[in-house]
């Protein structure tokens, strides 16, 4: 024996949606509570409220460029491009310029930066 199951959904109306949508925006709501009250699952509500805000994100969208901006468009945050000055960096230095001092002594060496890795070797052994 086979027993057929119907699904029915329920329908809710727009000014429930919007009630409901208000009651939640309000600060310290807990969606779980307003959802509750009004005897609809706190599921059903998050998809409302996702809905919503797709909604209000396909209405923020920026003008066209051909529009002239209006008062209400003005509002909407939107990004502006800035052209920006090409930092310019000093030029590299031709040769690696060291200066050592061992008490009175001082000493300023010049070392090709071709010859980088020498250099190194240098210091390593002379820091020995």
């Known amino acids: 024996m086979e027993v057929e199951r119907v699904v029915l959904r329920r329908r809710h109306s727009a000014q429930l ?3 409901v949508l208000e009651q939640c925006a309000a600060p ?3 969606v779980a509570k307003v959802a509750m009250s009004h005897g609809v699952n706190a599921n059903i509500v998050h998809g409302w409220r996702k809905l919503a805000r ?5 209405a923020l969208s920026p003008p066209s460029p051909t529009t002239l901006p209006t008062k209400a468009s003005a509002s909407v945050p939107q990004f502006v491009p800035v052209a920006l000055a090409q930092a310019t960096l000093p030029p590299a230095p031709a040769d690696i310029q060291i200066e050592l001092r061992r008490g009175a ?3 300023k060496i010049t070392w090709p930066i071709t010859a980088a890795a020498e250099c190194a070797t240098w210091m390593r052994e002379w820091l020995r």
């Open 17 to 19: 949606k919007a009630l």
């Open 28 to 30: 310290g709501a807990s």
């Open 54 to 58: 797709e909604r209000q994100g396909a």
């Open 105 to 107: 002594t001082a000493m």
